[in-house]
């Protein structure tokens, strides 16, 4: 599975949109991209995940880049309990298994 | 109701011993998982069952041995416990094996070996 690069930490006042960016500059055709978070003592959340084109649910939109090197997570009206370390994963969707590759992380927290 | 459940919660003991952790999914999910998180936090698979047939096994030491009595559930037994098994324990579930799916996590289990 291609390696993710995130910030380390990003921080976002209540009531605004978080925008969480991630690089995977070596994902192939293949493999989609995958966000998870995971709030302090919690197990990791599925948030949304997509291949090519933008995606949008309850919780989220994701944007991913017309090359697909890059994509960007987006709460649009993030609250404080949005606080959490948000993971960018990208996988191959048939032919990879089913392992989740977690890597650092981002820190996102949300201020009043 | 609970989706992916763990038991128990919170489990101290002492080197040397052994000790389970159960895991039960209601999702009707053909897949689980177990995954370690250390104190530096990083969450890393250890095993994958799918149709209580074992898919993954990581280089995790053979005192750890997964159980799938049914596709419901994946225990996790560890023999002779070390300081280093110290960590929170998650089971995962998904529809199936392939990379598309999305995996729901339990609330973890907190192992301290003192």
């Known amino acids: 599975d291609a390696k993710t690069t995130q910030p380390t930490s990003m921080d976002c006042a209540e009531g605004r949109a978080a925008n969480l960016p991630c690089n995977h500059s070596?994902?192939?055709?293949?493999?989609?991209v995958y966000w998870y978070r995971q709030i302090h003592s919690q197990g990791p959340q599925y948030i949304i995940h997509g291949l090519k084109n933008n995606e949008t649910n309850e919780m989220a939109s994701l944007i991913i880049t017309e090359d697909r090197k890059s994509s960007t997570l987006i709460l649009p009206h993030a609250t404080l309990r949005d606080t959490a370390v948000y993971y960018c994963?990208?996988?191959?969707?048939?032919?990879?298994?089913?392992?989740?590759?977690f890597g650092e992380g981002t820190q996102l927290t949300v201020n009043p | 109701d609970t989706a992916v459940s763990q038991t128990p919660k919170y489990l101290v003991t002492q080197m040397g011993n052994d000790k389970s952790i159960k895991c039960e999914q209601n999702?009707?999910?053909?897949?689980m998982y177990w995954y370690k998180q250390d104190s530096k936090k990083f969450l890393k698979i250890m095993f994958s069952?799918?149709?209580?047939?074992?898919?993954i096994n990581e280089t995790v030491p053979n005192r750890f041995s997964p159980k799938s009595p049914d596709k419901a559930h994946l225990n996790l037994h560890i023999n002779s416990l070390e300081l280093g098994d110290s960590a929170v324990y998650f089971c995962?579930?998904?529809?199936?094996?392939?990379?598309?799916?999305?995996?729901?996590f339990g609330p973890g289990t907190r192992l301290t070996v003192l």
């Open positions: 070596t994902i192939s055709g293949n493999e989609y």
């Open positions: 995962a579930s998904s529809q199936g094996w392939q990379g598309r799916n999305e995996q729901f």
């Open positions: 069952y799918n149709n209580k047939e074992l898919i």
């Open positions: 999702l009707g999910h053909d897949t």
């Open positions: 994963i990208v996988r191959a969707a048939e032919t990879s298994g089913s392992r989740l590759t």
